[in-house]
């Protein structure tokens, strides 16, 4: 605006001075004045039009000069207030993100349960980091074999399979090294060979995440984030991750220890088999079950013969074995079946199967009782069989009352055992 207003200025004034020489020529030449005069005055007025004209373009080039600074400060102010801007969003987006972490602790805090805690951070870190897009894997870590067994996935393609169940490349890297993973191109990472990989079943994978949960110096599990586009996590996301599993760590083996109280709870610590109470709650929930669908249920009470002898003769650890043994022996048999196993007390086992009628329960028995007597047990260096009285119970043909199909099956086993044990019997 200045710099127009100047030209129009100095314009005028050229202009006016151009044509005074026209305006007074008539004047000279009417009172017939000498013309050398009339040049001199051209002249000057030729000097001081090219005299401005240099005042002009230096003043041109001075304004230009202060508005290209100008124009210089106010990128330089545009671009800072960008930035600003950009580090305001960052900043603003990192608070929401770990004020978040509230809410996850919150949320670890109200169960002990192991399913809910792997629920809480899988769907955690793939709300707050992937922003619900890719895959998000949960992991947990079998101590005695070093394997990784795949517990939890979220899938942004719910058609998509995952097929490495105990882990690929990646999770074994994190798993040997006990260190978080971070992979923003996996074309341009060195540390894995895509050549070895070409031949496996794998989904396509461009960028991905992955921080183990280690607790007292202990790997409890893996937590991974995966994208099929390239750059998707960055050195702050991995950090957030990290953060998560180390909170979560130390709720997942709460939850751990949590579990391995209630197995320990309902299991008999000798055989394995569940305990007699939780047998009995289980039985009355199944028995209603089968009632409302029609359905068979039968029971086998099983004694070992003679067991009082082993004790005697070997020691009780002798007997220990022994149990031991037939416990593991009803696993492996009744492993196809719709089955429920219990120890029963003492040398008694009780073995609950939904859907079975009573013949079928019979056939059953009379193969497991073959078996055990088959099978060679070594006691002190000693080589020997044992047998077992199984007695048979069904509903509803036997009864409709779930303690007495209990009592009918204990009265089926003694009658087997006043046959001469090693017998199936029922009522």
Not at 316 to 341: R, Y
Request: with cysteine.
């Amino acid at each position: 605006m200045q710099q127009n207003t100047l030209r129009k200025n100095i314009w005028s004034i050229l202009l006016l001075l151009s044509i005074i020489p026209l305006v007074i020529s008539p004047v000279f030449f009417h009172q017939k004045l000498n013309l050398t005069f009339f040049s001199v005055f051209l002249f000057l007025d030729v000097l001081i039009f090219f005299y401005l004209l240099k005042l002009f373009n230096d003043k041109a080039s001075l304004i230009q000069s202060q508005i290209e600074r100008k124009e210089e400060e106010i990128n330089i102010i545009n671009v800072e207030g960008r930035k600003s801007r950009e580090y305001g969003g960052a900043l603003t987006f990192k608070i929401t993100r770990y004020n978040n972490l509230k809410k996850v602790i919150e949320s670890l805090n109200r169960s002990l349960k192991l399913d809910t805690v792997i629920n809480v951070l899988s769907r955690s870190v793939y709300s707050l980091i992937s922003n619900s897009r890719g895959i998000a894997l949960f992991y947990l870590v079998d101590n005695q074999y070093q394997k990784l067994k795949l517990a939890y996935s979220i899938k942004g393609d719910s058609d998509l399979v995952i097929l490495s169940k105990e882990g690929d490349i990646f999770d074994q890297w994190v798993l040997r090294h006990s260190s978080p993973l971070i992979i923003e191109d996996l074309k341009n990472d060195f540390r894995f060979d895509l050549d070895s990989m070409r031949g496996q079943a794998m989904r396509l994978v461009s960028s991905l995440i992955s921080s183990p949960l280690i607790s007292n110096n202990s790997l409890l599990g893996l937590l991974r984030l995966e994208s099929e586009e390239n750059g998707s996590f960055n050195q702050d996301d991995l950090r957030f991750l990290s953060l998560v599993a180390d909170l979560g760590a130390v709720a997942l083996e709460n939850s751990l220890l949590f579990q391995k109280t209630q197995d320990l709870a309902i299991h008999d610590d000798l055989t394995g088999l569940f305990t007699r109470h939780y047998f009995v709650g289980r039985l009355k929930d199944e028995a209603r079950r089968c009632a409302r669908l029609n359905q068979h249920l039968s029971l086998l009470m099983i004694d070992i013969d003679f067991f009082k002898q082993y004790n005697d003769k070997f020691g009780h650890t002798a007997g220990d074995i022994v149990l031991k043994k037939v416990g593991s022996l009803l696993k492996d048999a009744l492993a196809d079946f719709n089955s429920l196993l219990c120890r029963f007390g003492g040398e008694e086992f009780l073995v609950m199967l939904s859907g079975l009628n009573k013949q079928e329960s019979l056939e059953i028995a009379q193969d497991l009782r073959s078996r055990i007597q088959m099978e060679n047990i070594t006691l002190r260096r000693h080589d020997t069989h044992i047998t077992v009285s199984i007695g048979v119970a069904s509903m509803p043909i036997d009864t409709k009352d779930e303690d007495d199909l209990v009592q009918k099956a204990d009265k089926a086993m003694y009658s087997a055992k006043d046959r001469g044990r090693n017998k199936v019997c029922s009522i």
